[in-house]
Every structure is written in structure tokens, then in C-alpha cells.
């Protein structure tokens, strides 16, 4: 089983990174689309940073932020806490380089909205919690499933921000990416091409199936219209 240890740890990340930016991209992307203050741009750019930097840059400003040495990780470890090299620093890492495209699909997503629906809505005595479960995500629904497939994507295929927090510990913090680096850096080639034909098998086939389930959804609303 410690053999396919990379794969379980890899999958495990992937979900976990995915489900949470999944709630907070949605979030934020839609408190983003409805503020118009001075410092859009700032938060914006501050929001997507992680999808334009090096990940190699953002491990290190993750480690920065939650190291030993450093003030937020001291307080962590006067509790007792350490995240340095455990698998939570792969979720930390998977996280924040895939919320980049989850944030930036859902707004999106949401721009697309017609904003008479929206009204259309409050006028009719709905509160703004109810419309934005209600009305909006249903409407941004495609764009929000295609921000979190390309989240999956993302975690899963991470690895500079994670080889700098995480590490490399088998069976703990060694995901596919890294362990397809350390294959290749000793020359174990064919273990490598085995990771590497796995990882992509799994890509594609969450790419494809959700691109079948985008057809059907599209089919039914087009059949919902025409009754």
C-alpha cells in the first residue's frame, strides 16, 4: 500500500483543497462582483497573485507566514501546532494556488448574471441570502463547476509550494508531482513514467466526465425551455 502512498496523498489534498476553496472562491468572488470601492483593483490583483507568481514564490511566502521562525507560525507552536512538512501544509499549498481559478471563473460567472433577474428577485420580498442561493449560484452554476474542476486540476498538479512546506516525506507529505521529480532525479525512469501516466489518467478523466455532465445539464435546461 506505501506504494501508491503518492496517489492516496495526492487525492486526499486535491478534494480537500477543492472543497474548501470551493466554498470560499464562491464567496469571495461574489462579494468581489458587488464591490465597487477604491480598492477593487488592490484585492483583485492581490486575490489572482498566486496563479501569475512562481510557485516556488508562493511556498515561500506560505513559509514566511506559517514557519517556525516565524511570527503566526511561534504563536501556532506555543499551542503545540506545527504545519511545517505535515499534509496539512500540502492543503495549505494545493489551496491557494488553486483558489486563483476558482475565484476568477466564479466572477465570471457571475457577471454573466442578468441583474434585472436579481431585482426582479428582491422585489419580490426575497432576502439577499436567499437570492444568492436561490437565483444566483443556480444561474452561475456551469461556471462554478468549471472553477472547481480547474481547482481539482490545479492541486492535484501542484508542487513548488508544496515541495517548499510540505516536503518530501513518503507516506506523509509526498504527493505525485513530487514523487515523478525524485523518480527522475535518481533515474528511476520507469517509476516515473508510471506516476505521470496515472496522474494524467485521473486529469482526463475528471476533465472528460465533467464536460459530459456540463452537456446533460445544458440538454436539460434546453428541453425545460421548450416544455
Do not use: H
Not at 9 to 18: C, E, M, N, P, Q
Not at 27 to 51: C, E, H
Not at 209 to 226: H, I, M, N, P, Y
Amino acid at each position: 500500500m506505501s506504494e501508491f502512498s503518492p496517489l492516496w496523498i495526492s487525492i486526499k489534498t486535491s478534494i480537500t483543497a477543492t472543497f474548501i476553496v470551493f466554498f470560499i472562491g464562491i464567496a469571495v468572488a461574489w462579494f468581489m462582483s458587488n464591490y465597487k470601492g477604491k480598492a477593487r483593483g488592490l484585492l483583485d490583483g492581490i486575490l489572482t497573485l498566486p496563479m501569475v507568481l512562481p510557485p516556488t514564490v508562493v511556498g515561500f511566502i506560505l513559509l514566511m507566514i506559517i514557519g517556525k521562525n516565524f511570527p503566526l507560525g511561534k504563536l501556532l507552536n506555543g499551542f503545540g501546532i506545527t504545519l511545517i512538512f505535515t499534509w496539512v501544509a500540502t492543503v495549505i499549498a494545493a489551496t491557494v494556488v488553486a483558489f486563483p481559478l476558482m475565484y476568477r471563473t466564479c466572477v465570471g460567472a457571475f457577471s454573466q448574471i442578468d441583474v434585472n433577474v436579481i431585482n426582479a428577485a428582491r422585489t419580490l420580498g426575497m432576502s439577499e441570502w436567499r437570492i444568492f442561493w436561490k437565483v444566483v449560484v443556480p444561474l452561475a452554476w456551469p461556471g462554478i463547476a468549471a472553477g472547481t474542476v480547474l481547482a481539482f486540476a490545479r492541486a492535484l498538479g501542484e508542487f513548488g509550494a508544496t515541495i517548499m512546506i510540505a516536503g518530501s516525506i513518503p507516506g506523509k507529505t509526498q504527493t505525485i508531482p513530487i514523487a515523478i521529480y525524485f523518480a527522475v532525479a535518481n533515474g528511476e525512469t520507469g517509476n516515473a513514467i508510471k506516476w505521470v501516466i496515472l496522474i494524467f489518467i485521473i486529469s482526463l478523466t475528471v476533465m472528460v466526465a465533467t464536460d459530459k455532465w456540463s452537456e446533460k445539464q445544458g440538454f436539460l435546461v434546453s428541453s425545460a425551455r421548450r416544455k
